[in-house]
Every structure is written in C-alpha cells, then in structure tokens.
C-alpha cells in the first residue's frame, strides 16, 4: 500500500473541527479559500497518520485518529489499543518521534503547524 492509495476502510477517522460560525460574506468567502487547503492538509495528515499506525499494529481496526483544527495548526490525536502501544511508541520513543517528525514535515508542506499526540 502506497500513500496514495485510499485508506483502509476500517480505520475510524474522526473530525473534530470547531470553526466558529462566521457572520459576514465577505469574510466566509476568505475563510473559505483558506479553510480548503487546510481542509486537504487535515485529510492528508489524517491519512498519513492512520497508514502509519495500521502497518505498526496486529489490530489495525482499533485505529483511531481524530483532528482538530485551532486557527492554522492542525492537532492529531491517535488512539490505538493499550496493548498495542509499545509498538506505536517504539523503543525510546523513536518510533513516535518519527512519526511525529513526518505529521510536522507533511504539515509545513500544507503551510499549517501540525501536532501529533499518542493515546493508548
């Protein structure tokens, strides 16, 4: 599987967006222009992230990657089966510094600070 393949359909995406609601034309119609390629940077990094984790773990399914969108960073919470952790994480974190190296590097290509946090 390559990264550009469509994710896996058993991986649980969830959007966590929280855009206030904005009140003149003028200013959606801007928002709008720059809220779609954060909206693709959200995806991608969703994408990136989920690929990621599913190839690390035996329990692909219990996959679970929410993003939230605060101003122009991009905040990624993965959440995988506790027993699965150490997997994720890797022996001295090195496995989580990567992965959290590439979510920032693919960020910047989108032009938004991207963030990664790790749940079991």
């Known amino acids: 599987m ?7 359909d058993d991986v649980n995406l969830v959007d966590t967006d929280q855009d206030p609601l904005e009140t003149d034309a003028h200013e959606s119609e801007a928002s709008e222009d720059a809220g779609g390629a954060t909206d693709n940077a959200r995806e991608d990094l969703r994408e990136l992230v989920a690929y990621l984790a599913t190839n690390l773990i035996d329990a692909p399914e219990d996959v679970r990657v ?55």
Do not use: F, N, W, Y
């Open 66 to 120: 929410s993003v939230e969108r605060r101003g122009s960073a991009v905040h990624l919470r993965l959440q995988v089966p506790e027993e699965e952790l150490g997997k994720v994480i890797g022996r001295q974190g090195r496995i989580a510094r990567a992965m959290r190296t590439a979510v920032m590097i693919a960020g910047a290509r989108h032009d938004v600070r991207a963030s990664l946090d790790i749940e079991g």
């Open 2 to 8: 390559t990264m550009t393949d469509t994710p896996r």
